[in-house]
């Protein structure tokens, strides 16, 4: 399986429409479906910050709903029963309106899945989330739950950091090559997902969960990738950049209520 070429064009096509202060947030309405990334001017681990978002973006607050993360590949399905609890898992599934689901990173990966007005999912994808395969997890829970269709998914993989700034040791490398053989993921130079300079090693954790994604049969044209690295950009927070910052961007998705 070969990795399509991947750039962000998609992606900021989807971020550009709309009136809306790119300072503070990327906001987008896709098929009904309202998706948000905070910038450094909000905390989203803040509940006032995280208040003042929903109010200017028209995120319903008294119903966002998030995990104590704990870097797993759990994913929790939200219905009538728990919306707003908080228990330990890194991603969130759910086919209801009006009921945004958040992660938060400053680094690890946020994947935003779509399926159309149908029902979304959200994951925080760090290096164990993402060799947990968690994005494809949550997919399959999707199509277990809500019926979702390959098709018709639209991915979103967020700001985190890049390849060129995530230097790591080998067998973190031999690690990822052996799960991704062990999932049919078949890499070559056309898609690899780490780079070697002068004997230190870089590993692409958004590339990862593509091919992840693209192996599970997510239409490659589907994936809208950032290409935004937190630790380049100063508009995002890094734990790395940041000195171990407890800070956190706030990626959101809901469905709206249907018109």
């Not at 429409?17 to 098929?31: M, P, Q, R």
């Not at 803040?46 to 003042?52: E, H, P, Q, S, V």
């Not at 690890?108 to 899945?113: A, H, L, S, Y």
């Not at 031999?174 to 780490?194: A, H, Q, R």
């Amino acid at each position: 399986m070969k990795s399509s070429s991947v750039n962000n064009s998609g992606f900021f096509d989807i971020f550009s429409s709309g009136e809306y202060d790119s300072s503070k947030y990327l906001y987008s309405d896709i098929n009904g479906v309202s998706v948000a990334i905070t910038k450094r001017k909000y905390d989203a681990k803040n509940d006032a910050d995280m208040k003042m978002v929903c109010d200017e973006l028209g995120f319903n607050f008294e119903k966002l709903t998030y995990n104590n993360q704990i870097h797993s590949s759990i994913i929790r399905k939200i219905d009538a029963s728990n919306i707003s609890e908080i228990e330990d898992a890194d991603a969130l599934i759910t086919d209801l309106r009006n009921v945004p689901l958040v992660v938060f990173t400053a680094d690890c990966v946020p994947v935003v899945i779509i399926d159309e007005k149908n029902s979304a999912g959200i994951a925080h994808a760090g290096w164990r989330g993402t060799y947990g395969n968690i994005a494809v997890k949550a997919i399959d829970e999707m199509i277990k739950h809500y019926n979702s269709k390959l098709s018709s998914l639209k991915v979103i993989i967020g700001p985190c950091i890049s390849e060129k700034s995530y230097n790591v040791g080998y067998e973190l490398i031999e690690k990822f090559s052996s799960m991704l053989e062990e999932n049919g993921v078949i890499v070559d130079d056309g898609n690899k997902f780490y780079s070697e300079v002068d004997g230190v090693y870089y590993l692409n954790l958004a590339q990862v969960n593509r091919l992840l994604l693209v192996n599970r049969g997510v239409n490659p044209e589907n994936i809208l990738e950032a290409n935004i690295c937190t630790a380049l950009d100063d508009g995002f927070y890094s734990y790395r950049k940041d000195s171990k910052t407890s800070k956190r961007i706030g990626t959101i998705v809901e469905i709206r209520e249907e018109v």
